[in-house]
């Protein structure tokens, strides 16, 4: 028994070799499950996820333990947790959720295993995840696959968000201030703030396409007429997660 399992541990990592990136080879199963799986979003009116090799590599370094084990698991003793792993593979999320499936003859009938569980499902048919990676081995006949889906966000410099987020609230009709300065050293306080605005906003996230609720509710042009931002390094103890610390001066 034990002679078996080390063969076949020898086996798994044959197939699943370092440099292997599947959806960019014509025919794989990787980009077999790529293609179905945006086909699927296609007919739900959803955008199609793009290839990353971080998340695929995440996938893969999983998928050698799902084969090795008897259950198929998230996480394994010993093993980090999904968001660590994606990290540590290099990926810049916001967000990341994985599918496992086994014991399928072709990609087809995992993608159909995937489609009829709701979990499953619900990965592959997230309008906020726009990114996935996927590895597939063969074992003993049958397919097994892991699919790391993420929403990829860019590592952006505190100016670049500070772009993106006055952009926005010009849209809501307040202008910049004349600098942005106070607002800057603010973000890096850890309490109070710098010079004498009227409201302070302050909040930590990754995706800076949309301002927070909390800000939106408080744009109040009788009380304020103009904004500055400053953006610094995220403070969310998890990071694992692109994010950004922001502040808002409203003047």
Known sequence: MQTSR???LAATILLIPAT???AQ???SPEQSLLQLAN???AAHNLPPLQWDNSLARAARAHLQLVVRNPQMLHQYPGEPDLLTRGANAGAKFSTISENIAG???TPESLQQIWMTTPTHRANLLNPNLNAVGIA?????GLLFAVEDFARNVPTLTPDAVEQQVSKLLQAQGFPPARSNEDARKTCMMSQGQAGTPKLVIQWDGADISQLPDVVLQNLDKAKY???AVGACSGRQANQQFTTYHIALLLY
């Open 39 to 41: 086909q699927a979003r």
């Open 6 to 8: 080390l063969l076949l």
């Open 25 to 27: 080879t014509p025919g």
């Open 103 to 105: 014991h399928g003859d």
């Open 136 to 140: 597939v081995v063969q074992n003993q």
């Open 225 to 227: 007429t103009t904004a």
């Open 20 to 22: 292997h990136l599947g």
